[in-house]
């Protein structure tokens, strides 16, 4: 993740966070969505901060243990597809396949 997307996301989940930071949080996100190197755990990091939700608020949304949300975000984990599917799905996103024309 480059250091201007870094700088925009908070290190902390707060409910203060007003309408203008949660769309710098949003702006982001769907400008890392499109790159096929971003990593996973960034991605749902964003998601759940986008969410102003804690890493237990968001598991808990997306039906997974807090364990699991906290090692896919670090990327100490290989995560399952149906897994990925739960923490994408609040945001409308879905896994798929993508051929590299590289």
Same mark, same amino acid.
Request: net charge positive; charged share 30%; proline share 2%.
């Given at each position: 993740m480059n250091a201007k997307l870094r700088r925009a996301a908070p290190r902390r989940v707060t409910r203060? @966070?007003?309408?203008? /930071? $949660?769309?710098?949080? %949003?702006?982001?996100? &769907?400008? @890392? $969505?499109?790159?096929?190197?971003? %990593?996973?755990?960034?991605?749902? %990091? &964003? &998601? %759940?901060?986008?969410?102003?939700?804690? /890493?237990?608020?968001y598991a808990k949304l997306c039906d997974v243990s807090p364990r699991v949300l906290m090692a896919v975000e670090a990327g100490t984990t290989n995560v399952h $597809?149906?897994?990925l599917e739960k923490l994408l799905g609040p945001f409308g996103y879905r896994v798929g396949v993508v051929r590299d024309v590289e």
């Open positions: 203060a @966070l007003d309408k203008a /930071q $949660v769309d710098v949080l %949003r702006e982001n996100l &769907m400008a @890392l $969505v499109p790159e096929s190197r971003a %990593r996973i755990g960034d991605l749902v %990091r &964003m &998601m %759940r901060l986008a969410a102003r939700c804690s /890493q237990k608020e $597809v149906a897994t």
